[in-house]
């Protein structure tokens, strides 16, 4: 099992930037993968961006070359670095973590984009 704590979001103007935290209670290197996800308004939660144990990392088409993903191991976090924010980026972001098939996840943080 692993508890996860998502941190940083809140309200930024477009073309903006805002830095996501997500802290596990555990050691994330024993962590198949770890990754944000979104859900706005009357939307079904959609992925945003991954990263597994070996440091691939996988995004969204819509995210590319916006977002980025990556890892403290010493503090046992994951970060979303997000520059150039869109208002459609605006949406509840939730920390996951895989753990062979099972998935787990945090209480999320608000994300809103003005335009």
């Known amino acids: 099992q692993v508890q996860l704590v998502e941190s940083g979001g809140g309200l930024v103007q477009a073309g903006g930037s805002l830095r996501l935290s997500c802290a596990a209670s555990r050691s994330i290197t024993s962590i198949n993968a770890m990754g944000w996800y979104r859900q706005a308004p009357g939307k079904q939660r959609e992925l945003v961006a991954t990263i597994t144990s070996g440091g691939t990392t996988n995004y969204a088409d819509s995210v590319k070359g916006r977002f980025t993903i990556s890892t403290d191991n010493a503090k046992n976090t994951v970060y979303l670095q997000m520059n150039s924010l869109k208002p459609e980026d605006t949406a509840v972001y939730y920390c996951?973590?895989?753990?062979?098939?099972?998935?787990?996840w945090g209480q999320g943080t608000q994300v809103t984009v003005s335009s």
């Open positions: 996951n973590a895989r753990i062979t098939i099972i998935n787990y």
